[in-house]
């Protein structure tokens, strides 16, 4: 009874964060589906990587916010629907709702055939900025998660070589950790500069943080 009673007080502290949280309230006004949005819209602030006319691939995209955000940069004027001046593409292997100007899709990001399908929806364009939110289901045993974040990362990474513009950027989440400085140094070997930031709108207790490499060392081409 005594985990039980624990759990119920755990879920209560969060609920009462999330309800009273600034980030929240400012995703429910601006129409963001989730509070991440902040996240990616302080990256790019900071870091002027989004503009109309790009293209930009979003991996992990469910449930949608960091597309909606990318969409409103696009758009000449803002808007979170109309005229856009680039194109989206989003994966992820849940579903997620559409987004007026996001071309989505559904599956996992490590299957051969996921990637392909990527490859196609990208019809041979270069992607300017590639973001990713990709985080696994996390089992609590560090070694056996620190193993399975880098994995996703190392995807990602292996994908913005593949596809992005010689000056384009990649953006993923990764976590503070087992295993942390190794990714640092994946991304020092494969971009010019590397920018580690964890965002005002990512809580304090998650160990959380994001990398951005910007200028792609070599550009393998895809």
């Known amino acids: 009874m005594k985990v039980k009673t624990k759990s119920k007080k755990v879920n209560k502290a969060w609920l009462n964060d999330h309800v009273n949280d600034p980030y929240v309230k400012l995703a429910q006004r601006e129409g963001y589906r989730a509070r991440a949005a902040y996240k990616l819209k302080e990256i790019d602030e900071a870091l002027k990587l989004i503009r109309p006319g790009q293209v930009v691939v979003d991996l992990g995209s469910a449930p949608g916010a960091w597309s909606q955000y990318v969409r409103r940069r696009l758009s000449p004027s803002g ?8 194109a989206i593409v989003a994966l992820d292997i849940l579903p997620m709702e559409p987004i007026e100007g996001v071309s989505f899709l559904q599956g996992d990001f490590r299957e051969d055939a996921v990637l392909a399908h990527l490859h196609e929806a990208l019809g041979g364009r270069p992607v300017d900025v590639v973001v990713s939110d990709m985080a696994p289901n996390l089992s609590g045993i560090e070694s056996s998660d620190a193993a399975r974040i880098a994995h996703l990362v190392e995807l990602a990474v292996s994908f913005a070589q593949d596809h992005l513009k010689p000056d384009g950027a990649l953006v993923a989440k990764v976590f503070h950790g087992s295993g942390y400085s190794q990714l ?18 990512s809580r304090d207790r998650s160990s959380e943080t994001f990398l951005v490499g910007m200028g792609l060392k070599q550009v393998r081409g895809g």
């Open 184 to 201: 640092v140094k994946l991304f020092k070997e494969s971009f010019r500069v590397v920018k580690p930031i964890k965002p005002k709108a």
């Open 79 to 86: 808007a979170a629907v109309g005229e856009l001046e680039g």
